[in-house]
C-alpha cells in the first residue's frame, strides 16, 4: 500500500502548480481523500478534502478560490491545482487516504520565492 506525491517544486509568487498523489496497493474509490500541509516549525494543516461519493470538496479558509482538488478513481489518482501561489502556501504537501485504514505519502515540497 503506498501513496506518492509528485508535482512539487519551486514557484513564484503568483505562480500556479499541479500536485499529483498516486495510489498503489487499493482503490481509493470508497476513501475519503485529503491534502494536507505542513511548513517549516508549524502544525500539520488540512489543505482541502474530497469525498469519496458525490466528490464534495472542502478547503481550508486560505486557499479557498485559489486551490481545487479532483479525484480520478480510474488512475486511482488524486490532484491538486493550487493557483496564485503566495509565499506562505510554502510548505511539504502530504495526501492522505482515509477510510476504516488511513494512509499517508511521504510528501513534496512546495516553495514559493521570488
Known amino acids: 500500500v503506498q501513496l506518492v506525491e509528485s508535482g512539487g517544486g519551486l514557484v513564484e509568487p503568483g505562480g500556479a502548480l499541479r500536485l499529483s498523489c498516486t495510489a498503489s496497493?487499493?482503490?481509493?474509490?470508497?476513501?475519503?481523500m485529503r491534502w494536507y500541509r505542513q511548513a517549516p516549525e508549524k502544525d500539520r494543516e488540512l489543505v482541502a478534502s474530497?469525498?469519496?461519493?458525490?466528490?464534495?470538496?472542502n478547503y481550508a479558509d486560505s486557499v479557498k478560490g485559489r486551490f481545487t482538488i479532483s479525484r480520478d478513481n480510474a488512475k486511482n489518482m488524486v490532484y491538486l491545482q493550487m493557483n496564485s501561489l503566495k509565499p506562505e502556501d510554502t510548505a511539504v504537501y502530504y495526501c492522505?487516504?482515509?477510510?476504516?485504514?488511513?494512509?499517508w505519502g511521504q510528501g513534496t515540497q512546495v516553495t514559493v520565492s521570488s
Open positions: 492522505n487516504a482515509i477510510s476504516l485504514k488511513a494512509y
Open positions: 496497493g487499493f482503490t481509493i474509490s470508497t476513501y475519503f
Open positions: 474530497i469525498s469519496s461519493g458525490d466528490s464534495s470538496t
